[in-house]
């Protein structure tokens, strides 16, 4: 299909989505919306050209490439079922959620006996750059599909990979979540240490910041341990350990020792049950909850 006649869906415009959607439908694709609990995305998107979608199956009926950008892998397939009765042949499902490989594998193996594509393109950065339109993707996908889903996929990445089948964007997904998330727990760690032994916040980011061990993930991550902005980098601890949680049993089924995946879980799970489970708990806020674990207020 062209860009004249492919017609988009989009589930999941929350923090990350209603940005890549804004600019779907932004530069030329006729794209459908559907509420979730949250209307003022869909609003603000119908404001930009969109079309509200009244039913999961009449965005079935009316897209011939639906995207999804939800939570876990359990509201995928969720969404997936209440689409499947209104899918046409030919139509393809991309899921840009961080989910479950072995979900996804299934899923797709399922969409593909009603002739139904599937393509796995979760995301890296923040929802500054799903607005901005530059966020990274790995893509998931056989040769075919991935051509077909690239063009809709780069009005909101620049940067995209197709980096295998189906499940291995997945799969690169929660690596890459296992670095970022070690980063955090390390950086949280290494701050409440450098309070304790009396280096001040300020003094410890004049070293790192500009040096060898600086990078953007620092940053933001800084952007509320250094400077109090709360909403440096929203993405949420809830969803972090669920992450965390999914590179734990990927490693348990290719039995890959899990020393410092476990440990970075522990970190997460710490704060979770210290009260950390709530909708705007981010991952730079686990500094507080580590710090406050080793006594400093």
Not at 132 to 144: H, K, N, Q, R, Y
Request: hydrophobic share 45%; charged share 20%; glycine share 10%.
């Amino acid at each position: 299909m062209t860009q004249a006649n492919e017609k988009v869906g989009f589930i999941g415009v929350g923090l990350m989505g209603q940005g890549m959607a804004k600019n779907i439908v932004e530069k030329g694709y006729p794209l459908t919306v559907i509420a979730h609990r949250n209307r003022a995305p869909v609003e603000d998107l119908v404001g930009r050209g969109a079309t509200e979608a009244t039913s999961m199956q009449e965005m079935a009926k009316s897209c011939s490439l639906i995207f999804l950008c939800l939570n876990s892998s359990p509201q995928v397939e969720a969404a997936i079922a209440a689409l499947k009765p209104g899918l046409a042949k030919g139509s393809v499902i991309v899921d840009c959620s961080t989910s479950d490989p072995t979900v996804t594998e299934r899923i797709a193996a399922e969409l593909a006996e009603i002739g139904v594509g599937f393509a796995d393109a979760p995301l890296s950065r923040t929802p500054k750059e799903a607005w901005e339109g530059t966020l990274d993707c790995m893509v998931g996908a056989d040769d075919a599909t991935f051509a077909r889903v690239e063009p809709v996929i780069a009005t909101w990445a620049a940067k995209i990979v197709h980096i295998g089948d189906v499940g291995d964007g997945h799969r690169m997904k929660l690596l890459n979540n296992f670095i970022s998330l070690g980063y955090a727990a390390l950086y949280a760690e290494a701050l409440a240490m450098s309070r304790k032994v009396g280096i001040p916040v300020a003094e410890f980011d004049k070293v790192i910041r500009g040096g060898r061990m600086d990078c953007g993930f620092y940053q933001t991550f800084m952007g509320y341990a250094l400077e109090g902005n709360r909403e440096a980098h929203k993405f949420t601890l809830t969803n972090a350990y669920k992450d965390i949680r999914y590179v734990e049993s990927m490693a348990n089924a290719v039995t890959v020792t899990t020393t410092m995946t476990s440990a970075i879980k522990n970190t997460f799970a710490g704060a979770m049950a210290k009260g950390g489970d709530g909708p705007e708990d981010y991952v730079p806020h686990l500094s507080d909850f580590v710090a406050k674990a080793n006594g400093i207020e």
